[in-house]
């Protein structure tokens, strides 16, 4: 149990458009998902935390109309990177959380989306 | 400010080994503890957690966890250790249950076959 997949594992785009990036909870019902942005060779930075329903909130120096989250289901959260350039090229990771039962307060990831902005 | 350290950034044992990680994070108040493992080409797993109760934790694949609440301490220990454990180990605390999770540096452990 506690499957979280992502779509697309990779994805390279053109300077200027914009790129969705999936976040699903296959078996859970996640009421909180989180957008992680990884860069080699470092851990985990958290970009933004969504509940589903409610405005993301962002981590300090995150630009929230860059990133757009939306978490408009118990089981889809998406990242949306608008207008993007070759410096957010990385890896993102999600994860999920659900508030009550067997997963609560935990988070499952997602196998991540690696971007390439040429 | 809250920090999680791992002590061993890189760890090579023989197979059948006996193996600890380190683990030590700097919070006072109550938390939830977490041992992630990745496994080369995949994804974060969750290998165990303790959140309150016996504070040996077991988890998956034969591994375990000892919270020591007066060493603020949460090592990884697993009595014999095996060529498919070769992978990163990340520790993980989350303070006052606010999800969100301040992570360990990591500790890449290869096993020699």
């Known amino acids: 149990g506690a499957v979280v997949s992502q779509h697309p594992s990779r994805v390279i785009c053109k300077s200027g458009t914009s790129v969705k990036i999936e976040c699903r909870s296959l078996?859970?019902?996640?009421?909180?998902m989180f957008w992680y942005r990884q860069f080699p060779k470092q851990s985990l930075m958290l970009m933004a935390t969504?509940?589903?329903?409610?405005?993301?909130?962002?981590e300090q120096g995150v630009e929230k109309d860059k990133f757009l989250i939306n978490h408009a289901s118990l089981t889809l959260s998406t990242l949306t990177v608008t207008s993007a350039h070759p410096e957010d090229s990385s890896f993102y990771i999600c994860?999920?959380?659900?508030?009550?039962?067997?997963?609560?307060?935990?988070?499952?990831f997602g196998p991540g989306t690696r971007l390439t902005v040429l | 400010a809250q920090s999680v350290s791992q002590h061993n950034h890189h760890v090579i044992l023989s197979e059948a080994a006996s193996l600890e990680l380190g683990c030590n994070y700097s919070?006072?108040?109550?938390?939830?503890l977490f041992w992630y493992v990745q496994y080369p080409g995949q994804h974060l797993q969750l290998l165990l957690k303790?959140?309150?109760?016996d504070p040996l934790v077991k988890g998956i694949k034969g591994f375990e966890a000892e919270f020591i609440k007066s060493k603020f301490s949460f090592n990884l220990r697993k009595p014999s250790v095996q060529w498919s454990d070769t992978a990163e180990y990340f520790c993980?605390?989350?303070?006052?249950?606010?999800?969100?999770?301040?992570w360990g540096a990591g500790t890449k452990l290869i096993i020699k076959p």
């Open positions: 303790y959140f309150s109760g």
């Open positions: 993980a605390v989350n303070p006052d249950s606010n999800y969100q999770l301040i």
């Open positions: 078996d859970f019902q996640a009421t909180t």
């Open positions: 969504s509940n589903e329903g409610s405005k993301a909130t962002y």
């Open positions: 919070y006072g108040g109550t938390v939830n």
């Open positions: 994860s999920a959380s659900a508030s009550g039962g067997a997963h609560t307060d935990t988070q499952y």
